[in-house]
């Protein structure tokens, strides 16, 4: 099943989500309106909450966990994404919080307590350390990061293409069947 309780929290699903059959997504997460979660994608929300917005896609392979709360760490952090943010394939986000309109490019890391600001693309296999931000309005790319350029207007409208084209496809996906 791919919808799983933890501890008694069920995750939350706003209007019109889809979540593959193969993907996991436990305990105490929330998925915004027309957001989708696509095939063997782990969203697991155990030991802390993730929050998840309107019209964001999480692609193929990704991985969402928090960081817990300990003697390392006393409060945790918890895994928060805005609105219209497109993660790629095999991303794995780890305690980290995401903003507004913003591209995960495929096999990147964003690590713990590290903050995306919103309109940023983040070049496929970035890694985004502990504690780093980004600001808005850029190009980061590499490992570690370093910022690249400042975005032009029409990557800026891919933002909000790139969610609406995922809301599109995952309509198709639901009509035909397909859902947890």
């Known amino acids: 099943m791919a919808i799983r309780s933890y501890q008694g929290i069920t995750p939350n699903l706003g209007e019109r989500v889809f979540v593959d059959a193969s993907a996991v997504v436990i305990g105490d997460v929330q998925l915004g309106a027309d957001s989708s979660v ?23 392979g990704s991985v969402l966990h928090i960081t817990h709360a300990g003697p390392f760490n006393p409060d945790g952090f918890p895994l928060l994404i805005g ?6 394939h095999q991303v794995t986000l780890h305690g980290c919080t995401l903003g507004n309109r913003i591209l995960v490019g495929m096999g990147s890391t964003v690590m713990d307590g590290a903050v995306v600001e919103d309109e940023v693309i983040l070049g496929a296999g970035s890694l985004v350390p502990p504690g780093k931000r980004l600001e808005s309005g850029y190009l980061y790319v590499g490992s570690p990061v370093k910022q690249a350029r400042p975005l032009s207007d029409k990557e800026k409208a891919f ?9 599109q496809l995952k309509d198709q996906y639901l009509a035909e069947g397909y859902d947890q």
């Open 159 to 167: 933002f909000t293409y790139s969610a609406a084209n995922y809301v």
């Open 83 to 88: 609105d219209d943010v497109t993660i790629g």
């Open 38 to 60: 696509w095939p063997l994608v782990v969203i697991r929300g155990d030991m802390h909450r993730i929050r998840i917005g309107a019209r964001t896609s999480v692609q193929d």
